[in-house]
């Protein structure tokens, strides 16, 4: 008998083998998924999501009114880790008014996801969400709060 077998009795799982000491698993160390960023999965659904609203916006007529002539980019899809729940990031070319189009966009979002279901290889089609995208009025604020004198004068060597 081993020093590690003393005082237990080993159970025998399936094929004979020693079944092991919990029925849970260990624990994993180190960050949770949530903390680590989006899986492989999520960015590459993620990025396939975006190729197609992208065609979508360029080449199909849309029935609203509100989305009739209008070019909107699609920068980012974020998706959920259980891939049930996708965030469209989007914008306007050249125009800031993105977010009266956010509401068509909601609309329009069933015939959206419907038409991503045929595009898609999934088993399941996420329901979409859009949001605006600030991150290029974000840098354009901080571009011109770096071009500022008195910023200027503080990043030049001495």
């Known amino acids: 008998m081993s020093k590690a077998s003393r005082g237990r009795t080993e159970t025998k799982g399936p094929a004979g083998r020693p079944a092991p000491a919990s029925s849970q698993a260990p624990a994993k160390r180190g960050k949770s998924r949530a903390a680590a960023g989006p899986t492989q999965r999520q960015l590459r659904v993620g990025e396939e999501i975006r190729h197609v609203l992208a065609d979508l916006f360029r080449r199909v007529e849309f029935r609203d ?32 008014d993105v977010d009266a189009v956010i509401p068509a966009l909601k609309r329009a979002s069933p015939f959206l996801r419907s038409q991503l279901s045929h595009e898609l290889r999934l088993r399941g089609v996420p329901e979409l969400h859009f949001q605006a995208d600030t991150a290029l009025d974000y840098a354009m604020e901080i571009d011109t709060l770096l071009r500022q004198p008195v910023v200027q004068r503080d990043l030049e060597p001495e």
């Open 65 to 96: 009114p509100e989305l009739t002539g209008v070019q909107i980019t699609v920068t980012e899809v974020r998706i959920s880790p259980d891939l049930k729940q996708a965030t469209a990031f989007v914008t306007r070319l050249g125009r800031s």
